[in-house]
């Protein structure tokens, strides 16, 4: 049996030296050669460059470990190329000098910076555009830019229509966390599409693609550069790329920059949570058992006390609070679940006049819609009012996406009494004083058809405004007819950002 045994070890051996020398043996010119090449590819053909903080932590190689939380999931995605300039070791020195900006700007973060690196990584997309929001709004959803640009990802409000952001009475997407997400990384996927590169495409969503491709054509012509350090553009575009590297510098090596970035989890921190009936703010935060600003903190497009369902089907919650809502939610039977509804005004109203009609005091009505002092409510306007008990139907979806409140200015009108020249009519004079025939007629009492005798006193309600001399007949105590008012504006933003989009 031993014999055996060392026989077929032997055989073992024998196979295996056979097929080292016809398939595996090199020759010492081959072993050489692979020698010299592996040592030339070691050799740079470029010069050396000092290595950048974003390049500290960045690995060679997959890791086969996890990260270890958030930020060494960001570092680990880290795609774009670094920009090296005057202008970054300028921010860095101004952040790292505002330790507790920093720090605050970070905590604030936390809620929403999980869901936006799930979305970048699905899509592909380099990690660093995670940080963009503390450029653009420090990370904070109810920011407001002197342009009226809104939300953490600072949308204006024409290109927050053109990504399908609602903006209505009821709500302003701009500021939602998923939904104002979900656009901005289109449009960086958009801008990258455009111009096939990272800072070009930050460059146009801060200043807009049109002035971008202008100024690169410009430069184009004068046979100069087109990346980002050589066109000529804003002072603000110039710095936003510095600003994001500078921030990215310190998130990669935050002990060089004496910085503290705050503990956050490789874990959601709020789930979604379907709604199917309207139900008031505060109701939803005491069945999550969660702070009404923690909740509003997470869904900060809804600006009313409300939630429609029918148009905000779902709401974050805490990750942990979201099952504790679903079961009291389950087990509530205490009434109706909303306090308010929608109304639209059938006419033109004054503020006094709708509150009257729905039952509230004129503060009140004014405070929930927010509707300025001398204003009136037009025709068509959607308004939050009190929900009766017996109202059953909740708002209809045409309504909770599209309810819009118009405004016009309250014009203030005075009596006044004017004498009626040679040939003066209801319609003259009312053309006269730009007012309708009909109100002429409502005011004299008489037939819209009717003409006025010479001397005779005609009453008008004028804008106080008016003022004295405008002839055509007889002698006018007041007289001058008020000057047309321009329309208000229509012009509203284009897809062009500063600031901004």
Partial sequence: MK???VLLLAGLLWLTGCATTQGGASSSSDVASESQGTSSSLIPSQPLQPITPAQVRRPGVASLTPPADLWDRIRRGFAMPDLQTDLVQ????WYSTRPDYILRMTQRSSKYLFHIVEELERRGMPTELALLPYIESA????????AKAAGMWQFMPATGTYFDLK?????????D?????????????????????????LAAYNWGEGSVSRAIARNQRLGLGTSYTELNMPAE???????????????????????ELPLIANHPY????????????EL???LASVDLKDFRALNPSLNKPVIFAAGTPQILLPWDNAQVFRRNLEAYDQGQYASWTVWTAPRTLSVSDAAQRVGMSESALRSLNDIPPRMLIKAGSALIVPRGSAIQEDVTGRLADNGQLALAPEIVTKRTTVRAGKRDTVASVAQRYRVSASSVADWNDVKLGSAFKVGQQIVLHLPVRASAGKGGGGTRKTAQAPARESKPSRRGGTPSKVKRR
Avoid: C
């Fill in 167 to 175: 903006q209505n009475a009821f709500r302003d997407d701009r500021r």
């Fill in 90 to 93: 300028e921010r860095e020195q």
């Fill in 177 to 201: 966390v998923l939904a104002s997400t979900r656009a901005a990384l289109d449009y960086l996927q958009k801008l990258y599409g455009m111009f096939g590169d990272w800072h070009l495409a």
């Fill in 237 to 259: 575009t110039r710095l936003y790329v510095p600003k994001l590297q500078a921030v990215k510098n310190i998130v990669a090596d935050p002990d060089s920059f004496r910085a």
């Fill in 284 to 286: 939803v935060a005491k």
């Fill in 139 to 146: 990370f904070n959803p109810q920011a407001v830019s002197s």
């Fill in 3 to 5: 014999l055996l045994h």
């Fill in 270 to 281: 709020f789930q979604t949570v379907e709604i199917d009936r309207d139900i008031d703010v």
